[in-house]
T-cell receptor, first 114, second 114 residues
Framework: DAMVIQNPRYQVTQFGKPVTLSCSQT?????MYWYQQKSSQAPKLLFH???????NEADTPDNFQSRRPNTSFCFLDIRSPGLGDAAMYLC?????????????FGSGTQLSVL | LAKTTQPISMDSYEGQEVNITCSHN???????ITWYQQFPSQGPRFIIQ???TKVTNEVASLFIPADRKSSTLSLPRVSLSDTAVYYC???????????????FGGGTRVLVKP
């Protein structure tokens, strides 16, 4: 019954070793988001796709990239993870981008960097 | 983009009513107010949304005064399982035309005690 699915639930990588996090959705929503959430902090938007239109937040490091090959899937690539990139990464979707839209979140991927 | 301000934390006891007020002085005419709940190690979950006056669903009520510069989430008769962080969000969430995207404020950490 899961609508936004993130894999894996836990990911361990080494300092500097590229890692990819996956997100899929069964809602057929137009918008997909990636958030970073560090311990005891609010989720921070990294970027989002409105259909195929990529929108990067101004303060998202270049180390973070994203791909959306089709409506259902979206990937977060961290090219050279640093210790400071250890966090929960949340994928979310919404039907549109308006104020009355609702965000649907996955369970997140907890990334550890050794 | 309407910035939101919430109390950092609140303590309550089982069976009590919890009211969390969010300030959003710069709310725009078309902005809706949406509340999310987040448990540890999970993605946020939609609770309730409103535009004006009062909205009630099976889990909460949302009170919005006429000037819409604040809103109050009311959780009736809380239980231990309502211990979570509650976020108030106002504005467009992914509308590129709007020029900015919704960001999460600090949230309110609610602790329900036995």
């Amino acid at each position: 019954d899961a609508m936004v699915i993130q894999n894996p639930r836990y990911q361990v990588t080494q300092f500097g070793k590229p890692v990819t996090l996956s997100c899929s959705q069964t809602l057929n929503h137009n918008v997909m988001y990636w958030y970073q959430q560090k311990s005891s902090q609010a989720p921070k938007l990294l970027f989002h796709y409105y259909d195929k239109d990529f929108n990067n937040e101004a303060d998202t490091p270049d180390n973070f990239q994203s791909r959306r090959p089709n409506t259902s899937f979206c990937f977060l690539d961290i090219r050279s993870p640093g210790l400071g990139d250890a966090a929960m990464y949340l994928c979310a979707t919404s039907k549109g981008g308006g104020s009355n839209e609702k965000l649907f979140f996955g369970s997140g991927t907890q990334l550890s960097v050794l | 983009l309407a910035k939101t301000t919430q109390p950092i934390s609140m303590d309550s006891y089982e069976g009590q009513e919890v009211n969390i007020t969010c300030s959003h002085n710069n709310i725009a005419t078309n902005d809706y107010i949406t509340w999310y709940q987040q448990f540890p190690s999970q993605g946020p979950r939609f609770i309730i949304q409103g535009y004006k006056t009062k909205v009630t669903n099976e889990v909460a009520s949302l009170f919005i005064p006429a000037d819409r510069k604040s809103s109050t989430l009311s959780l009736p008769r809380v239980s231990l399982s309502d211990t979570a962080v509650y976020y108030c969000l106002v504005g467009d969430i992914g509308n590129k035309a709007a020029g900015n995207k919704l960001t999460f404020g600090g949230g309110t950490r609610v602790l329900v005690k036995p």
